[in-house]
């Protein structure tokens, strides 16, 4: 009996798994149409100083599946990591990024406000990843200096002359890197001082529970020290209540963002936003 059991428990779990691979390989195709049939969308988060005046914003992918409704990132981004199609989608949102920076160029209202956008390991990794960025800046005409690129900690755990190389070319070109998920990766903090970054991002998880008290206080405060003594900004994500926000307003934190703040939306809606919040100040 025990063994009938064993066995069909087993035929369970072989299915179960069956079913997910079947349903991995479903989406892996549908992500390679997916560009093509133009079903990613890029939305923007706010970001905002300690006066919440909105000054840049983080590009964020989304995935209109016609089936199954919107795909969040997190589950697409992996499978496109690993199917290496995050190099197509990456230079897709790159080009978006830069279309969107080189209109607002020409505008006035829009000078210093700048575009952060993700860019993952499997991209940075690329031997031609930096001549990529150039050229796209190259082709849209867009102004480098209004561009930051969010790297992750974990990506330091790699050939470290690479990245100091790609980094110091990536300044030399104008660019802005932001050091993404801070304080989730591996420690790299012996070589951090060496590496050109303007921004440290507190992840999100060192934000949650922030004014309560926890054990979180000591930690995102240390990053906040940790980011000014190295000379960079430090921008807090996650920013969920106005308790959070002005725990870390008052302890200095440079720059918000969050679904306290705003969500993502579409960049229509965050232009209007801004243009209107901008006329009203005036
Ligand atoms: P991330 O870069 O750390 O982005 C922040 C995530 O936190 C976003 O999730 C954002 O919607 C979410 N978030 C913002 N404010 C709040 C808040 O107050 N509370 C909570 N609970 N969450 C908040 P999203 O858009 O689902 O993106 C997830 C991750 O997917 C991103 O994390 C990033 O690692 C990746 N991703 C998104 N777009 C791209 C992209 O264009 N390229 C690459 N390589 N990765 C991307
Ligand atoms: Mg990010
Ligand atoms: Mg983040
Ligand atoms: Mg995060």
């Given at each position: 009996e025990a063994k009938a059991l064993g066995r069909s428990r087993h035929c369970f779990y072989q299915s179960d798994m069956q079913e997910r691979v079947l349903e991995r390989v479903q989406l892996e195709n549908d992500l390679r149409q997916a560009i093509v049939n133009d079903e990613l969308i890029l939305y923007v988060q706010p970001q905002w100083d300690s006066n919440k005046r909105m000054v840049g914003a983080e590009a964020l992918l989304r995935w209109r599946h016609p089936e199954r409704g919107m795909v969040s990132p997190a589950t697409f981004i992996p499978i496109a990591e690993e199917t290496r199609l995050i190099l197509p989608i990456g230079e897709w949102v790159l080009r978006t990024a830069c279309q969107w920076l080189s209109e607002w160029h020409?505008?006035?209202?829009?000078?210093g406000f700048i575009l952060s956008v993700n860019v993952s390991a499997v991209q940075f990794s690329q031997e031609d990843f930096v001549a990529q960025v150039q050229a796209i800046l190259e082709e849209y005409d867009a102004?480098?200096?209004a561009l930051q690129l969010e790297l992750t900690e974990?990506?330091?755990?790699?050939?470290q002359q690479d990245i100091i190389t790609k980094m110091s070319t990536l300044k030399a070109l104008g660019v802005l890197i932001s050091l993404d998920?801070?304080?989730?990766?591996?420690?790299?903090?012996?070589y951090l001082h060496r590496l050109p970054i303007d921004q440290l991002k507190i992840d999100q998880s060192f934000v949650a529970?922030?004014?309560?008290?926890?054990?979180n206080e000591s930690l995102a405060e240390s990053i906040i020290s940790l980011g000014h003594n190295l000379g960079m900004e430090v921008i807090a994500e996650g920013v969920e209540t106005e308790e959070q926000f002005e725990w870390l307003e008052k302890r200095s934190c440079d720059l918000f963002q969050g679904f306290g703040l705003a969500k993502p939306m579409l960049m229509s809606e965050l232009l209007e936003r801004y243009k209107h919040d901008m006329h009203s100040l005036k």
């Open positions: 020409h505008d006035a209202d829009m000078s102004p480098a200096e974990s990506m330091l755990a790699h050939d998920d801070f304080g989730t990766g591996y420690s790299s903090l012996s529970n922030i004014e309560q008290g926890s054990k």
